[in-house]
């Protein structure tokens, strides 16, 4: 056993508690740790970060049993001899430290070695979704479930990678096979009533997401509890009322990605339904257009002396629409499921950075040169981090795809939008 900290006395089992006894016991100290309900305790994060990790080792057999064998992975500085299980704990330990490919290569080395090892299916699997391979998880799901058809946690990513691809009833197939198996996984019941929404089979998403609000409120995790709210209330908002929603919709929208794109983004996307999502894109795109037609009559005149309102709201739409048409071409190249509304909001929150800067240029000359370095500095900034995290979770492409695609996007959207703007001044100019 390993002195120099137990895992079993950080969770206040014995040695010889069974997987139920552990989940049951860090529940509970989940719920008396959990930073978002201890905001005056200091300690409370580093403790809950400490049961974490103990229950992520203890729950896993494998792991467990290298952890009770005083397995140490310092002391394996070459590959040689390694065994199946040594290539599981040392990939568990990259997944931790969020070296997410060289987890995947040393499952894969496990895989080899013991092609029956259900626990390296399993968990390789998790971290290829969490790369955006969401094919390699359904294969590798698949392949677990082979072996042990009652792997809870294998249906569950099964629902994840057939949702991410689009397939949302056979989603709501997977997710109810984990339930079935766990009636308490709150993770479940919530992206079942996410695809039940999707479907708009709306008394059913909002079953489900009661039951994921009672299941989180209950396991104390409060970042999901009040997720699964929103969604429910955002559910349940009358359509009656849609076009005085709208404006509501895009200023929580704002709020919540303005100074956090990344984080942000997605919290944003997953809170309203696909017409609501459209919506806010085309708002955003809106706010865009009038920036640049300020920005053309406080500071540009010389270069547009003839320019209309009209033409210049119909060349500001330019870098909107190709931004949303290369978003659809890539998921469609890629494979990746998503929606033209996802497409659309993707590329009016882009745009809406963007605004700001063009506006900006307009008064330029009133707020001097530092000021226009410092606001193009952030704004550019913003729109990077903002188009990738909306090309990782919203059009669901894989990070390597992402990082190739976002300066395409940008080069051939700038480009588009330069020949709008020279195609106006040119046939202002004959006419």
Same mark, same amino acid.
């Given at each position: 056993m390993q002195d120099s900290r137990s895992y079993y006395k950080i969770l206040q089992v014995s040695t010889d508690a069974t997987i139920e006894a552990?989940?049951?016991?860090? +529940?509970?100290?989940?719920?008396?740790?959990?930073?978002?309900?201890?905001?005056?305790?200091?300690e409370a994060a580093d403790r809950f970060k400490e049961i974490c990790e103990a229950y992520e080792v203890l729950s896993d057999s494998v792991q467990r049993t290298q952890y009770d064998q005083g397995f140490s992975d310092r002391s394996r500085t070459k590959a040689a001899g390694m065994s199946p299980q040594d290539f599981y704990v040392r990939a568990a330990a990259k997944a931790l430290k969020i070296d997410y490919r060289g987890a995947v290569a040393d499952y894969t080395q496990a895989i080899e070695l013991n092609p029956h090892f259900v626990e390296a299916y399993l968990k390789r699997g998790e971290i290829l979704y969490k790369l955006g391979d969401a094919r390699g998880t359904l294969k590798d799901c698949n392949q677990a479930l082979s072996l042990n058809p009652n792997l809870v946690q294998a249906h569950y990513y099964k629902g994840r990678? +057939?949702?991410?691809?689009?397939? $949302?009833?056979?989603?709501?197939?997977?997710? !109810?096979?984990?339930?079935?198996?766990?009636?308490?996984?709150?993770?479940?019941?919530?992206?079942r009533g996410l695809a039940y929404k999707d479907l708009e089979e709306r008394s059913?998403?909002?079953?489900?997401?009661?039951?994921?609000?009672?299941?989180?409120?209950?396991?104390?995790?409060?970042?999901?509890?009040q997720l699964a709210k929103e969604t429910l209330r955002i559910l349940n908002r009358s359509h009656k009322k849609f076009p005085i929603t709208v404006i509501k919709d895009t200023l929580k929208t704002f709020q919540l990605f303005a100074l956090n794109p990344v984080g942000g983004m997605v919290q944003a996307?997953?809170?309203?339904?696909? +017409?609501?999502?459209?919506? #806010?894109?085309? #708002?955003?795109?809106?706010?865009?257009?009038?920036?640049?037609?300020?920005?053309?009559?406080?500071?540009?005149?010389? *270069?547009?002396?003839?320019?209309?309102?009209?033409? *210049?709201?119909?060349?500001? $739409? #330019?870098p909107f629409v190709s931004l949303a048409t290369i978003s659809r071409i890539a998921r469609f190249i890629c494979r990746s499921s998503g929606s033209w509304a996802g497409d659309l909001f993707l590329a009016g929150t882009t745009l809406l950075p963007a605004g700001f800067l063009v506006l900006a240029s307009g008064v330029s000359d009133s707020l001097g040169v530092q000021a226009?370095?410092?606001?193009?500095?952030?704004?550019?900034?913003?729109?990077?981090? !903002?188009?990738?995290?909306?090309? !990782?979770?919203?059009?669901?492409?894989?990070?390597?795809?992402?990082?190739? *695609?976002?300066?395409?996007?940008?080069?051939?959207?700038?480009?588009?939008?330069?020949?709008?703007?020279?195609?106006? #001044?040119?046939?202002?100019?004959?006419?």
């Open positions: 552990i989940k049951q016991a860090y +529940r509970r100290l989940a719920r008396q740790y959990h930073p978002d309900l201890n905001p005056d305790n200091p990678a +057939r949702y991410r691809l689009g397939y $949302t009833q056979a989603a709501i197939e997977a997710y !109810t096979q984990a339930i079935s198996q766990e009636p308490d996984h709150g993770e479940a019941y919530y992206h059913q998403a909002s079953q489900d997401l009661q039951q994921a609000i009672a299941l989180f409120r209950e396991q104390g995790d409060g970042a999901s509890h996307f997953g809170r309203l339904e696909q +017409r609501q999502i459209a919506a #806010v894109g085309i #708002v955003f795109a809106l706010v865009f257009d009038c920036c640049f037609i300020c920005g053309v009559y406080l500071g540009w005149q010389d *270069l547009l002396p003839q320019a209309s309102i009209f033409k *210049l709201l119909m060349v500001g $739409t #330019v226009m370095i410092a606001i193009a500095v952030f704004t550019s900034c913003h729109l990077i981090l !903002t188009l990738y995290s909306g090309c !990782t979770q919203i059009a669901r492409l894989s990070e390597q795809a992402a990082t190739l *695609l976002i300066p395409v996007m940008l080069l051939i959207s700038g480009w588009c939008f330069y020949v709008a703007v020279q195609v106006m #001044v040119i046939l202002d100019f004959r006419f």
